[in-house]
């Protein structure tokens, strides 16, 4: 998912997309920076913060392993068990197919 500039999400306070140098960068990309930028977050407990950059990430890719597992343990944090369970499952799940996916793609390779 795209989002044409004027209608980009707002950005979590002192960070800017602009700031990236292509402003047309992959899914995959998107996803990678919002997990990268959430991961820090999380390592300063700026919670609220990760948690905003992480929704962004999995409205980008909602099936990213990383992202989910990273919102597995934010939920943890949270106080959420029963709900961080859930998605460290998700995330278990995502992570066998992105693994299936790869394998599929290097038996393609001659």
């Keep these: 998912m795209h989002f044409a500039p004027e209608h980009q999400p707002p950005a979590p306070e002192g960070l800017s997309l602009e700031a990236l140098p292509n402003r047309r960068n992959t899914d995959e990309q998107m996803a990678d920076f919002h997990h990268a930028l959430s991961q ?15 929704d962004l990430g999995l409205r980008i890719d909602p099936d990213d392993s990383h992202l989910l597992l990273l919102d597995a343990n934010l939920l943890w944090q949270e106080g959420k068990e029963d709900e961080a369970k859930g998605r460290f499952e998700q995330a278990k799940t995502a992570k066998e197919r992105e693994g299936a996916k790869d394998a599929a793609a290097g038996s393609e390779s001659p």
Excluded: D
């Excluded at 820090?40 to 992480?54: D, G, H, I, M, S």
């Design 40 to 54: 820090a977050q999380f390592n300063l407990k700026q919670y609220e913060a990760a948690r905003t950059t992480l």
